[in-house]
């Protein structure tokens, strides 16, 4: 059992400004009465994230949704949140306790607004997802403030010196880009549609387990796909439409035929997943382009009308040149798993906008169980023998492919030095270091919280975890858990995993959080709080192993 984030932290930054007093709050009169019924008495999300929800809502909720036939997300709540200020629920039949309702100037039209102050369902900041809320699968989108504050922090994090981020930082990457906010709201809406229609489909996170994710062969592989995708998009004519398909699929068969099938899996999946929701963004730029906007997302900073969206489409092609050429900063992290997804989220995204030229039922196909975008689209395109060699020795004999080679050969050492520094930093740093050994459980059913973007493999038996809280569960046995996200190394050969905790805990504080009781011989029922971290073990031995703290988890414990 794997338990995993869909959320994501995006190198693009998402904030907002605010859309005018008006908006902000309900009128003295409004707010006097809601007072005294003891309910919230405005506004703190962004009054204009709903607005850019209506402005979807318009597209998708109906049973004639152009961008997906037979997707009709008119009975799908929103979730709109702002970490520990307030939750806003819209449409939900079902809210959970503490929701009350508003009726002030800001409105849904057709749709109810339920508000809740502090504390909120979600604490974490930028989490646009779909989650449960009181049973029901819910849209949530995070407030821009809170967008702003996660890449803020991603900022922070970046190595490069503070002068050279500042003179990078435009005014455009602290504001909120209107119709990226819109295709937000598109892209989380259409997951609770695919976990309706197809549950059980999509990626397995452990999979990236099994992912060469530095493999020279397979990042060239992915960059040439990647400018084959563009050329496809943007090609004049069916010929050059078709020239530049096969080739991409050419390159894509050469490349997949080193990978292990379950790395294959692992790309058929999260392009189902998330591929498709990114093409739902272009489409929704496609639909909307020549409509009408509503009145309260003109007052939007950057917001220019549907007159014209092309621009917001070439964005999206762009990015998909960068992220598959692996140019693009995703989580800091240029050797983990986030640029391998990131760009899988574009790849599946172009190749269903290919399908909509070659396939026009392709929709009503893409749910059953062993489909996938490739083999829909091999299927489509049925090349021969003779299209595809010539296409892969044409891409071979590009220009620009030793470049390709050199420069994914010098990431592929660079991301191994980093990945052997990274376990070093782990076992040998400075302050004090806990390690939660599993070695003496008969059969540990091992169950992990994580995120696919914070995912460093240094080889078959050793993996880092970061970018979130981790939390590694034991079955019935016990677990540890992060109270701040620092990287874990989980070693399945000798079946443990480590961290450090925080730089300021001293031995005297680990000592202290142990107690007397806790050193020697076996514990029942142990419980460990330590600043930064949780460790709960049916049976443990605690002993110091230099700077280590280590808890050995023993079998016999008692069993509810």
Not at 259 to 271: I, R, S, T, W
């Amino acid at each position: 059992m794997i338990l995993t984030h869909r959320a994501l932290i995006l190198p693009l930054v998402f904030s907002s400004l605010l859309v005018g007093a008006s908006l902000l709050s309900a009128s003295p009169a409004c707010a006097q009465a809601t007072a005294e019924k003891g309910q919230p008495t405005g506004l703190r999300v962004d009054p204009l994230l709903l607005a850019e929800a209506n402005e979807v809502w318009r597209v998708i909720a109906s049973p004639n949704n152009p961008i997906w036939p037979g997707w009709d997300a008119a009975g799908t709540p929103l979730l709109l949140y702002l970490p520990g200020q307030q939750d806003i629920l819209i449409n939900h039949p079902r809210p959970p306790d503490g929701f009350v309702p508003y009726d002030g100037p800001v409105q849904f039209p057709g749709w109810h607004i339920l508000l809740k102050n502090g504390p909120t369902l979600i604490e974490l900041d930028g989490q646009n997802t779909s989650k449960e809320v009181g049973g029901i699968q819910t849209l949530v989108v995070a407030d821009s403030l809170s967008s702003l504050r996660a890449n803020v922090s991603s900022l922070l994090q970046d190595q490069r010196p503070a002068a050279d981020k500042v003179q990078s930082l435009d005014l455009w990457d602290l504001a909120t880009d209107p119709y990226g906010q819109l295709a937000v709201v598109t892209h989380e809406a259409f997951h609770v549609f695919q976990d309706q229609k197809a549950p059980d489909k999509g990626a397995e996170d452990m999979l990236l387990l099994y992912y060469p994710v530095l493999s020279v062969q397979n990042n060239v592989g992915f960059a040439q796909e990647g400018a084959a995708l563009k050329e496809a998009l943007h090609a004049a004519d069916p010929a050059a439409f078709r020239r530049a398909a096969v080739r991409w699929l050419a390159v894509r068969r050469d490349r997949r035929a080193s990978l292990p099938p379950k790395a294959v899996q692992y790309e058929d999946g999260v392009e189902f997943t998330e591929g498709l929701a990114k093409y739902t963004e272009y489409r929704l730029f496609q639909v909307l382009e020549g409509r009408q906007p509503g009145s309260a997302i003109e007052w939007a900073q950057g917001f220019a009308g549907y007159a014209n969206l092309a621009p917001q489409r070439q964005g999206l092609t762009e990015r998909m040149v960068q992220n598959m050429a692996g140019t693009i900063n995703v989580n800091n992290d240029p050797y983990g798993t986030a640029p391998l997804r990131m760009r899988l989220y574009y790849s599946g995204m172009a190749e269903g906008v290919m399908l909509d030229q070659l396939s026009p039922n392709w929709k009503s196909r893409i749910f059953a169980p062993e489909v996938s975008l490739t083999s829909l689209l091999e299927e489509a395109l049925k090349p021969t023998k003779a299209e595809v060699d010539q296409a892969l020795q044409e891409a071979k004999a590009d220009a620009g492919y030793a470049s390709l080679v050199q420069s994914k050969t010098k990431l592929a050492q660079e991301g191994h030095a980093r990945a052997e520094a990274l376990v070093k930093e782990i076992e040998a740093g400075p302050g004090v270091g806990l390690v939660v050994d599993y070695s003496q459980l008969s059969s540990p059913k091992v169950g992990m919280g994580f995120t696919p973007f914070g995912i460093t493999l240094i080889d078959g038996e050793r993996t880092v975890f970061s970018q979130t809280l981790v939390r590694v569960i034991f079955g019935k046995e016990g677990e540890v858990a992060e109270k701040v996200a620092v990287p874990l190394l989980r070693d399945t050969g000798r079946r443990l995993v480590r961290f450090r905790l925080l730089p300021s805990t001293t031995r005297a504080d680990v000592e202290k959080a142990l107690g007397s009781s806790h050193t020697g011989g076996p514990v029942n029922d142990l419980v460990l709080d330590f600043p930064g971290a949780t460790v709960k073990a049916a049976k443990a031995q605690v002993s110091w192993k230099g700077d280590d703290l280590v808890v050995v988890m023993l079998n016999g414990g008692k069993q509810e």
